[in-house]
């Protein structure tokens, strides 16, 4: 058994500890660089250090910007805003900090904000009787109950949820739920 400290049994194998000279050695990429210097990246309309950008349309629209009647910006406890767009950041260009009790309240307005999704409660009318057509249309649709001049019993019910957004649609539903013409 070899007793060498570059030898290790479990493996069986021999651990090189000097590097190969035949191994190529992988070059460092340098990091990528815009250009742009530390703490001149492009920043949000009205901060302090956005560039000068008046014209004509932005001064015509000063009058009905948020905070313009002269009413100071507050949190829900009433203290002052001076600045809601720009948060707490460790460094200039560090992660924005969970301190900042703005960013906190604004984050906690987004997730508890109410998006209905689908009301589960139908709303809307029906009415149950018998459907007799007074001659066979199989010459003009498929629809079995139109093609038999028997009566048949049905169940008809106007859905107003899906007329609210299109006007000019309406549902219809005979007794087996299947959707009808209206």
């Not at 250009?35 to 008046?54: F, I, R, V």
């Not at 100071?72 to 001076?82: E, F, M, S």
Request: charged share 25%; proline share 8%.
């Amino acid at each position: 058994m070899n007793h060498s400290p570059a030898w290790t049994p479990w493996r069986r194998q021999t651990v090189h500890i000097a590097p190969r000279q035949n191994r190529r050695r992988r070059a460092r990429r340098p990091a990528r660089w815009d250009g742009t210097p530390p703490g001149a990246q492009p920043t949000a309309p009205g901060s302090l250090k956005a560039p000068e950008t008046a014209n004509d349309k932005l001064t015509a629209l000063d009058n009905f910007r948020k905070g313009s009647e002269n009413h100071a910006l507050t949190t829900n406890q009433g203290v002052r805003i001076d600045d809601d767009q720009n948060s707490l950041r460790a460094g200039s260009r560090g992660p924005t900090l969970l301190e900042d009790f703005i960013l906190r309240e604004k984050i906690t307005h987004f997730d508890h904000e109410r998006i209905p999704e689908r009301i589960v409660h139908a709303r809307g009318s029906a009415a149950h009787g018998y459907f007799q057509p007074y001659k066979d249309l199989s010459d003009i649709t498929k629809a079995a109950f139109l093609c038999d001049p028997r009566s048949t019993e049905n169940y008809p019910g106007l859905s107003v949820r899906s007329t609210e957004n299109y006007p000019g649609l309406c549902s219809l539903f005979d007794s087996t739920g299947r959707r009808g013409v209206c």
